[in-house]
């Protein structure tokens, strides 16, 4: 079988997402090998993950890998599903550290450790720290250093709780899912994805007011922090850091147009 026949009868959702992760394949290269036929091993994976996601297992976890910023992750049901809102966060991180220039960054909530560990590989001069109150998620989290040859430390840690020292960025994807929304989200999502790492408390808040109250113990003077937040909660997180002393604040909109990021400065500095 041709991977262009595979690709017209199978009965997953995205057939093309399926043969590019499970195969290594970009687009291009998907292709030139449409009219070739699937090596047989290559059939049998396809064939086995298949099945895992018609049974309602979402893509990544049935690979146990997802790409993120040009880069491949383990991941599995310990950790959420790396997504592309999140290279956004990553992509203002990275403008704001000079290729050469020796940054502190910690990364609050890592999960699969994609964003922190993507900013260490793309700014190798810089020094990273990943926290995650689970145990789980920091284990994914080393096994993709590991595969990515980048070196971090990790802390087991409730936020700032077990974090000593100060940084010059603090870069954070916390859980900003309202309480009583989590049972409308996709059946992939509250089925298989760790809840702990989407629960937000009842209004979707609950991290950043802890964020925002704690995260200038933690900044130098001028240091500055990125964080994901939902589409509606620009204005409310603003607010938050502004009232603990933050300023120079900017908001950046995903390619829906919708608020991704709040980015602030320690101190009023804003550059």
């Not at 990364?107 to 810089?126: F, H, N, Q, V, Y």
């Amino acid at each position: 079988m041709t991977y262009r026949t595979y690709l017209k009868n199978s009965k997953v959702p995205d057939p093309k997402a399926l043969v590019l992760y499970a195969a290594d394949f970009d687009l291009s290269e998907l292709v030139l090998k449409l009219d070739e036929e699937i090596p047989e091993e290559m059939f049998r994976k396809l064939e086995e993950v298949s099945q895992k996601v018609l049974s309602g297992l979402p893509l990544q976890y049935a690979l146990r890998k997802a790409p993120f910023y040009g880069f491949w992750f383990q991941v599995d049901e310990r950790v959420l599903i790396p997504r592309f809102d999140s290279e956004i966060l990553v992509n203002e991180v990275l403008k704001a550290i000079p290729e050469e220039e020796t940054v502190s960054v910690l990364d609050l909530c890592t999960g699969s450790g994609c964003i922190g560990l993507c900013i260490k590989a793309l700014r190798p001069e810089s020094s990273a720290v990943l926290t995650d109150v689970s145990e789980d998620a920091l284990s994914v989290a080393k096994e993709n250093a590991a595969r990515l040859s980048v070196q971090a430390e990790f802390i087991k840690s409730d936020l700032f709780s077990a974090v000593d020292g100060v940084f010059d960025v603090i870069v954070s994807n916390p859980p900003y899912i309202r309480t009583e929304e989590i049972g409308t989200l996709d059946d992939e999502v509250k089925d298989h994805e760790p809840r702990l790492a989407l629960d937000g408390g009842a209004d979707g808040l609950k991290f950043y007011r802890r964020i925002a109250r704690e995260a200038g113990k933690h900044l130098k003077n001028g240091g500055k922090i990125f964080l994901e937040i939902g589409y509606d909660e620009g204005a409310s997180v603003s607010e938050l850091l502004e009232n603990a002393g933050f300023g120079g604040f900017r908001t950046v909109k995903d390619l829906a147009g919708k608020d991704r990021v709040v980015a602030a400065c320690w101190n009023n500095w804003n550059n």
